[in-house]
């Protein structure tokens, strides 16, 4: 098994407001550094780590990493929870700036087209991303476990989902149906994540979007349609504004591939230019990119070993188990049982549909940890360790204690030491997780490489803008043309 993580994460002032300074400068090109960038917002951190054969190996690079940051960006905090803190109006949130090349004007426009079509506030939203492949895996291989990952990722949603509240202003002029806990917060008493529920990455626009998983061929075709047909309410918004800014890239349902919103995707390495959907279908499924991980803001650097290794134990029996198809009826069940998760996953009784039928969540999930305990088992025997079964076990008695679980952990928290606040909560985690890394401060030559690669990258984007010869509204429309979709 190989590993990768993806850390988002926003830069906050020391009294836990959005910074609103341009990336620093001494942490390299946002749009070239190999790991460190931002993901919508300027003031939006993303680390990302190297592949790893081992979990200690690719925690350390990220704790690394996150050390690094925090010593460039002073006296700022690295948010630590997945929901944001206070935020200013929309229109204060500063999207990303990649610099003058078309390929880094297309990506602040992609983000433009996010804010018209979304808002701002909701791509503040932060997680983790764990990019997983094993050796001889093949695309059918990689389906199967996408299919199994979805019917049953209300597992991880309880065992890891952590964002159970969110400040008043989040979710104001919107049908939220939360609870008040203190005089700025709002909750639902059993939500494990709200960041994966209706108020989280959804979009009624997709929700249309029926993809399935039972081959590539059907996958990408269904991308495929969303990315190059004209979609009514994006192309009434237009894609110049009077004055010739760009409003979005394009008017169809998805205007790139990442825009569609999963809880799992296939993933396969671009090359320069190439199109993800294009990657896909020619050379098939690479790894899978989890992306329904909540950071965990208790943990140093949001995710830890044991939740790694409960990770990899899930996706090995994701992809062994028997697999059926699915059906636009199943992919239906699956979203309202997230959602139902999302929200009232620990809710005593709760009951999810499984093939047409009400079954208890604790039954349920029970069933899964029994089939995966052997192959947890069968990883020790491997590596000559205990540790997988040890994470798994725990994560099983996690679920029949919900009151264990950190969504339960962090509501306690915030009732117990912080008013009922969930931005004090997220604040004084933030507050923790830097002094914990700033207490062990970068070596000489750790300070030099980390400058190195800050050049390197400016360097680099320099490069790519002084190369550019097309003007980018034709850029823009070679970018998204069908034919760069198809092999």
């Known amino acids: 098994m190989r590993r990768g993580i993806e850390k988002e994460g926003l830069r906050v002032l020391p009294d836990g407001t959005l910074a609103h300074d341009a990336h620093p400068r001494a942490l390299g090109s946002a749009l070239t550094h190999p790991h460190i960038t931002t993901d919508f917002s300027e003031s939006q951190l993303e680390l990302v780590t190297g592949v790893h054969a081992g979990i200690d190996d690719c925690l350390r690079e990220l704790t690394d990493v996150h050390r690094e ?24 949130i500063p999207i990303g700036n990649y610099g003058t090349s078309n ?70 002029g919107l049908d939220h149906g939360l ?27 997709q929700s249309a979007l029926c993809v399935s998983y039972n081959h590539l061929e059907g996958y990408a075709s269904s991308l495929h349609g969303a990315l190059v047909g004209s979609h009514p309410p994006y192309a009434a918004m237009g894609i110049q504004a009077p004055d010739g800014s760009y409003r979005q890239l394009g008017t169809s349902l998805l205007q790139i591939e990442n ?9 396969r390495v671009t090359e320069p230019g190439e199109r993800p959907l294009h990657a896909l279908r020619e050379r098939g499924v690479e ?39 699915d059906s636009p009826k199943e992919i239906r069940e699956l979203g309202e049982n997230q959602r139902l998760v999302a929200a009232r996953g620990r809710e005593p009784g709760l009951k999810l549909r499984r093939a047409g039928e009400d079954v208890l969540l604790a039954d349920w999930a029970a069933d899964v940890m029994a089939q995966g305990l052997p192959l947890a088992r069968h990883l020790d025997e491997v590596h000559g360790t205990q540790t997988f079964t040890q994470a798994w076990s725990k994560a099983t008695q996690d679920l029949q204690h919900t009151d264990h679980l950190p969504s339960a952990r962090a509501l306690q928290a915030m009732q117990c030491l912080h008013a009922g606040e969930h931005a004090a909560f997220g604040l004084a985690a933030s507050d923790h997780v830097r002094q914990a890394l700033l ?49």
């Open 287 to 325: 790894y899978v990119e989890v992306r329904c991980m909540d950071l965990q803001p208790e943990l140093t650097v949001g995710i830890d070993e044991h939740t790694l290794r409960v990770l990899d134990v899930f996706l090995l029996w994701a992809m062994t188990s028997d697999s059926p198809p």
């Open 103 to 172: 390929v880094g004007q297309a990506k602040r426009v992609y983000r433009n087209g996010l804010v018209h079509r979304y808002g701002a506030r909701m791509q503040t939203i932060s997680g983790i991303h764990y990019n997983w492949s094993i050796g001889g895996a093949t695309t059918e291989d990689y389906f199967a476990l996408i299919r199994n990952f979805r019917r049953h990722v209300f597992v991880l949603l309880m065992l890891f989902g952590a964002s159970p509240a969110v400040t008043k202003g989040f979710v104001a």
């Open 439 to 487: 207490a062990q401060p970068l070596s000489a030559a750790e300070r030099e490489a980390a400058l190195l690669h800050a050049n390197r990258s400016w360097q680099a984007q320099a490069e790519i803008e002084a190369s550019d010869r097309l003007a980018f509204e034709a850029y823009r429309q070679q970018f998204l043309d069908p034919a760069r979709l198809v092999v």
């Open 179 to 205: 609870r008040p806990l203190g005089e700025g917060t709002l909750h639902l008493t059993h939500a494990t994540s709200l960041r994966m529920g209706r108020l989280g990455y959804q979009s009624d626009a």
């Open 259 to 267: 825009e569609f919103y999963s809880p799992i995707r296939p993933k």
């Open 69 to 92: 940051v925090l010593q460039a960006i002073g006296e700022q905090r690295m948010w630590a929870s997945s929901m944001p803190g206070h935020l200013p109006p929309d229109g204060d």
